[in-house]
């Protein structure tokens, strides 16, 4: 999901918004009364080996949620899947906990591979190959015994940094995912903040661990975490805001009487007093004995030879099918060249010719004629022209398309109070029940970081035909819960880059070159992000090298490179996902147009792309390959 360039962790957390399917029908087989009714019930509810599948894979998706009770809450799953109480328990962060995490996942990859391939429906072999596929990469990932045991599965070898720990995890938890609308529900919200002691020191214990092995995060990953510990418990715990916010949200809670509320938010700030604030004065003390430890470098390379074997690892998770840091880095500076050129041609045409493309393509949102006021009356407009893009494309769509999603798409202004936190826009699928549709955000707190030229891009990426035909068609396909927990960003993000590319073949640029400019360095920016990634993790860049080469490249503000930087170095090969999924997908598209000739037809390869939900590259590849030759036998 989200925003064109500042996806941060909240996108990982976002993506795992989706409201659970249901599962775990219960087919309660008939009250038999002769041998032969039982006989015959019994062959009519024998579960098939699809649906034994489901269950085994269900019974571990509330294992899971039992022990990462916060996974639970984001995705806002019922007791009844994950458990009476969930909402008031936090899960184990230090060894053992990991341990447990292990055991769970290791013999659950044993139940997947007990399944025969064969004896199951076509719907439940792609179940099987998505899970097989993501349990043998998580066991290569737990073959480093660094990272911690992250509730998500973080991709971070390091368990504390300037974007991930639970220092940020835990309040955005409490205030974006809690549930406050009852008494009840005040108790679980008391009953979380008790814990947060008992969990920072299981989480100090990973970190030590990882120093122990020679693991510590790079210098301006433990400031980053530094200036957030610090700013987080600036101010007195009366003013802080898991204070605030609880207090904000209790008032408006019926069947409470004053009394309540005053002795619940008392109750709240002395635990922040008591308890959070000593947990991170702990945690920030750990981290001012480790940072004479971190070192200068940024890439994972720092970590020895285990650093290069996680860096393969990472890569390959997030889709580069085996090739390794050198090639996806010479992949890198081609597609930039590639792109870059293309941009020079429509500038000069333009009449643009002096200077380096990223300061021509800058140049051109600095015009008055590409701003819109930074005015209410601007902000209409800029929503209009946005409402009317989407209008436009989704007219075209049927022809594109097979499928086309039954839910809307609407296009909404993030809210005031959240703009200062929140990237330049995102996507909301809609909800199970068909009530809320989805939902294209926009931050518009300045109209001027949209100049004109750059919104049909993001249209076409966070709404149609990127996030929401993607998002919405995987919802209506019903997956299982397991199924709903695993997300993979070279699927979804490498899905929303091709989109950007299927507007432009679909005409959605035509007489528009500055638009179509906008796409290509949307598309340009994603390029850089390949070399700058293996530049840093495998190149062994700087920082500072790989800062200069991207402002270079993309024209960008220093500050926001430094952002794109720091986080690309804690979270090797994860900046990779966008364009290697969109490379994907163009190679499978050729492959199947190449072979099937006159007989291709891009709705149904879009729809075999879409219709299965997402996957890791190498499943969606076979999935292609056998219908390819499917298609040809017909
Ligand atoms: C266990 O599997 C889940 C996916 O269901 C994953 O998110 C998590 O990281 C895995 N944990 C470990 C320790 O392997």
Redesign the pocket.
């Known amino acids: 999901m989200v925003d064109c360039k500042s996806k941060l962790l909240s996108g990982v957390a976002a993506s795992l918004l989706f409201a659970i399917t249901a599962c775990g029908q219960d087919a309660t087989p008939g009250a038999a009364t002769t041998a032969t009714q039982a006989a015959e019930d019994a062959e009519v509810s024998a579960p098939t080996a699809s649906e034994t599948l489901l269950a085994i894979a269900d019974d571990h998706?509330r294992a899971?949620l039992a022990q990462s009770p916060e996974w639970a809450s984001f995705l806002g799953a019922s007791e009844d899947v994950a458990g009476a109480g969930y909402q008031g328990r936090l899960g184990g962060y230090g060894f053992e906990a990991?341990q447990h995490?292990?055991a769970?996942?290791e013999s659950f990859l044993q139940d997947i591979r007990g399944v025969d391939r064969n004896d199951l429906d076509v719907q439940g072999a792609i179940t099987y190959d998505v899970l097989r596929a993501?349990?043998e990469t998580?066991a290569q990932?737990?073959q480093f015994d660094f990272g911690g045991?992250?509730v998500?599965?973080s991709g971070s070898p390091y368990v504390v940094t300037q974007l991930s720990g639970t220092h940020l995890f835990l309040p955005r938890l409490l205030q974006t995912q809690q549930p406050l609308a009852s008494k009840a529900d005040a108790q679980n919200y008391i009953s979380r903040l008790s814990q947060f002691g008992r969990v920072f020191d299981e989480v100090i214990e990973s970190v030590g661990n990882d120093a122990a092995l020679g693991v510590v995060p790079p210098y301006f990953a433990i400031e980053g975490a530094q200036r957030s510990i610090a700013s987080f418990t600036a101010g007195p715990p009366a003013e802080n805001p898991l204070v605030t916010t609880f207090t904000g949200k209790i008032a408006e809670v019926d069947g409470l009487t004053d009394e309540e509320r005053s002795t619940l938010t008392t109750e709240v700030t002395s635990l922040v007093e008591a308890v959070v604030y000593p947990a991170y004065a702990r945690l920030g003390a750990v981290l001012e004995n480790l940072a004479p430890q971190a070192g200068r470098d940024a890439g994972v390379w720092r970590l020895g030879a285990e650093g290069e074997a996680f860096y393969q690892h990472a890569l390959n998770s997030y889709g580069a099918g085996g090739m390794t840091g050198e090639e996806i880095h010479q992949l890198g500076l081609s597609e930039v060249a590639r792109i870059t050129a293309e941009m020079d041609a429509i500038l000069q045409a333009q009449g643009m010719a002096d200077g380096s493309v990223a300061e021509r393509f800058e140049a051109i949102g600095q015009r008055d004629e590409m701003r819109y006021a930074n005015t209410d009356d601007g902000r209409a407009e800029l929503l209009a022209d946005l409402n009317v893009q989407v209008d436009g494309i989704m007219e075209k769509a049927p022809g594109w398309f097979g499928a086309v999603p039954s839910q809307p798409v609407e296009v909404r202004r993030i809210p005031v109070y959240e703009q200062d936190s929140a990237p330049g826009g995102y996507y909301n699928s809609p909800s199970l029940d068909g009530t809320r549709p989805g939902i294209y955000w926009i931050n518009l707190k300045d109209t001027a970081d949209w100049p004109k030229h750059t919104l049909k891009t993001l249209t076409y990426h966070e709404a149609v035909p990127g996030h929401h035909f993607q998002r919405s068609l995987e919802r209506a396909a019903g997956l299982p819960l397991?199924r709903n927990?695993?997300g993979y960003s070279e699927f979804s993000e490498g899905w929303a880059l091709y989109a950007e590319q299927v507007a432009a073949e679909m005409g959605m640029y035509e007489d528009d070159p500055l638009s179509n400019l906008g796409r290509l360095q949307s598309e340009l920016f994603r390029a850089a992000r390949l070399v700058v990634d293996s530049g840093l993790h495998h190149k062994r860049w700087t920082r500072e090298e790989a800062i200069d080469y991207m402002t270079g490249v993309t024209g960008d503000t220093r500050a926001a490179v430094t952002r794109e930087v720091e986080r690309y170095s804690v979270w090797p090969g994860q900046a990779c996902s966008y364009k290697l999924g969109m490379l994907k997908i163009n190679e499978l598209r050729n492959k199947a147009e190449a072979e099937l000739g006159d007989a291709f037809d891009i709705r149904a390869f879009h729809d075999e792309v879409l219709l299965t939900g997402s996957m890791p590259l190498p499943v969606l590849e076979q999935k292609i390959d056998r219908w390819i030759e499917a298609a040809k036998d017909a």
């Open positions: 998706a899971v990991n995490a292990r769970l996942n993501a349990y998580g990932r737990n045991s992250a998500w599965g397991i927990m695993l």
